[in-house]
């Protein structure tokens, strides 16, 4: 009679899981007879792995005195169907066999199990502790931030250097991101460190966040909003010394990065989208997103992004009491400053609730080859 197998399988799973597992862990090869198969790991080698990649090819060595008839896999105390038959040696004389298994990891820890018999009725079970999470894959967070508090010909704002130092400081610190903060810029020095980033090579899931503090302005009669760079005429009529919204888009559109951010905490920001600046009046449409939760940060990284969240529409926007920051930035500074809440994960559309309430209302949207579904997160450490 064929013994009756109790499997006690330990669940971890957590989409903040970041930590290394235990090289303590004592590897589970557990046999339930003494004419059992005996099993050796061809891969995963190690007891405790962590993969970059949500596939992962099990390959198992299994020697045994009787041909094998029974092969069983479980992932989390799921049993999980194999996809791929197995070579049964025959006769009494021993007989070694090879088990290949591709299997589909689970944000978090996967223990996979390998429950194999023979005919004799030996039974082994052996066990892998394999983390995958989306933290360990190859990828990079970066921010880009501009900040212009000095002007030659304009007025000098309080607090745009102040909130992008605060800003950079939270993401860097906290989030990984790999930050740049550039001071007070001229135009040339905004489109020359916009086209290196251009320059730049990305991977697949890398975001990247552009950041603009300073003055705004918009052409009524063009009806063209701008950012006005530390260098900035007073009364330029055709806009040369300005970056207008039109070309920022163009210009960040196509830096190589699939999921890309802009915010604008300037006068007049909202005119990034063309509607709004086209249009008589404010309006423009809200954007709503049904998400779930399965494989989370993989998912939200899924499609390409290209998001914009500005500090106001077709108005001018507070800079703020000098050391408080504007409203704008401290809002922000108050998302960030949750860390993502128990995931640990801030999407944008988690974000956008920080903002619901101030004014003047906050725009945001999407420009250039943004894919429906996409998303922006802030994955804390």
Same mark, same amino acid.
């Given at each position: 009679?064929?013994?009756?197998?109790?499997?006690?399988?330990?669940?971890?799973?957590?989409?903040?899981?970041?930590?290394?597992?235990?090289?303590?862990?004592?590897?589970?090869?557990?046999?339930?007879?003494?004419?059992?198969?005996?099993?050796?790991?061809?891969?995963?080698?190690?007891?405790?792995?962590?993969?970059?990649?949500?596939?992962?090819?099990?390959?198992?060595?299994?020697?045994?005195?009787?041909?094998?008839?029974?092969?069983?896999?479980?992932?989390?105390?799921?049993?999980?169907?194999?996809?791929?038959?197995?070579?049964?040696?025959?006769?009494?004389?021993?007989?070694?066999?090879?088990?290949?298994?591709?299997?589909?990891?689970?944000?978090?820890?996967?223990?996979?199990?390998?429950?194999?018999?023979?005919?004799?009725?030996?039974?082994?079970?052996?066990?892998?502790?394999?983390?995958?999470?989306?933290?360990?894959?190859?990828?990079?967070?970066?921010?880009?931030?501009?900040?212009?508090?000095?002007?030659?010909?304009?007025?000098?704002?309080?607090?745009?250097?102040?909130?992008?130092?605060?800003?950079?400081?939270?993401?860097?610190?906290?989030?990984?991101?790999?930050?740049?903060?550039?001071?007070?810029?001229?135009?040339?020095?905004?489109?020359?460190?916009?086209?290196?980033?251009?320059?730049?090579?990305?991977?697949?899931?890398?975001?990247?966040?552009?950041?603009?503090?300073?003055?705004?302005?918009?052409?009524?009669?063009?009806?063209?909003?701008?950012?006005?760079?530390?260098?900035?005429?007073?009364?330029?009529?055709?806009?040369?010394?300005?970056?207008?919204?039109?070309?920022?888009?163009?210009?960040?559109?196509?830096?190589?990065?699939?999921?890309?951010?802009?915010?604008?905490?300037?006068? &007049?920001?909202?005119?990034?989208?063309? *509607? =709004?600046?086209?249009? %008589?009046?404010?309006?423009?449409?809200?954007? /709503?997103? @049904? +998400?779930?939760?399965?494989?989370?940060?993989?998912?939200?990284?899924?499609?390409?992004?290209?998001?914009?969240?500005?500090?106001?529409?077709?108005?001018?926007?507070?800079?703020?009491?000098?050391?408080?920051?504007?409203? &704008?930035?401290?809002?922000?500074?108050? *998302? =960030?400053?949750?860390? %993502?809440?128990?995931?640990?994960?801030?999407? /944008?559309? @988690? +974000?956008?609730?920080?903002?619901?309430?101030?004014?003047?209302?906050?725009?945001?949207?999407?420009?250039?080859?943004?894919?429906?579904?996409?998303?922006?997160?802030?994955?804390?450490?």
């Amino acid at each position: 009679m064929k013994r009756m197998i109790t499997a006690i399988f330990v669940v971890l799973c957590s989409y903040g899981m970041a930590q290394e597992f235990s090289a303590k862990t004592e590897p589970i090869q557990l046999t339930l007879d003494a004419n059992a198969p005996e099993v050796k790991w061809l891969s995963p080698q190690q007891d405790n792995v962590v993969s970059k990649d949500k596939s992962l090819t099990l390959e198992l060595e299994i020697s045994s005195t009787s041909p094998i008839s029974s092969v069983n896999m479980f992932n989390n105390g799921m049993e999980i169907p194999m996809s791929r038959g197995i070579s049964i040696g025959g006769g009494s004389s021993s007989a070694t066999t090879k088990v290949e298994q591709t299997v589909n990891l689970n944000l978090g820890m996967n223990q996979i199990t390998f429950i194999i018999e023979n005919e004799e009725g030996g039974v082994i079970e052996v066990t892998r502790n394999v983390g995958y999470n989306f933290e360990v894959s190859d990828r990079s967070d970066y921010a880009l931030i501009f900040a212009v508090s000095e002007y030659d010909e304009w007025g000098d704002l309080t607090n745009p250097v102040y909130d992008a130092i605060a800003i950079e400081g939270e993401l860097s610190e906290y989030y990984g991101f790999k930050t740049e903060l550039v001071i007070n810029p001229t135009r040339r020095q905004i489109l020359e460190k916009i086209r290196e980033y251009a320059g730049k090579s990305y991977q697949p899931k890398d975001q990247l966040l552009v950041f603009y503090a300073g003055h705004g302005k918009f052409d009524e009669v063009t009806r063209m909003g701008y950012l006005a760079p530390s260098d900035a005429e007073l009364d330029d009529l055709v806009g040369d010394s300005y970056i207008s919204h039109s070309n920022l888009r163009d210009y960040v559109n196509r830096i190589p990065c699939d999921h890309t951010f802009v915010m604008l905490d300037a006068c &007049f920001g909202g005119t990034f989208d063309q *509607a =709004l600046a086209m249009s %008589g009046s404010r309006g423009g449409q809200s954007m /709503f997103y @049904e +998400l779930t939760r399965s494989e989370f940060i993989e998912r939200k990284l899924k499609y390409k992004t290209r998001k914009y969240l500005t500090s106001g529409g077709k108005e001018y926007v507070p800079d703020g009491r000098p050391g408080a920051h504007s409203p &704008f930035a401290r809002k922000m500074l108050e *998302a =960030l400053r949750n860390y %993502g809440g128990n995931d640990k994960v801030l999407t /944008f559309t @988690e +974000l956008m609730t920080y903002f619901e309430a101030l004014t003047p209302q906050p725009r945001s949207g999407e420009f250039g080859e943004n894919e429906p579904g996409s998303d922006f997160i802030f994955v804390a450490k």
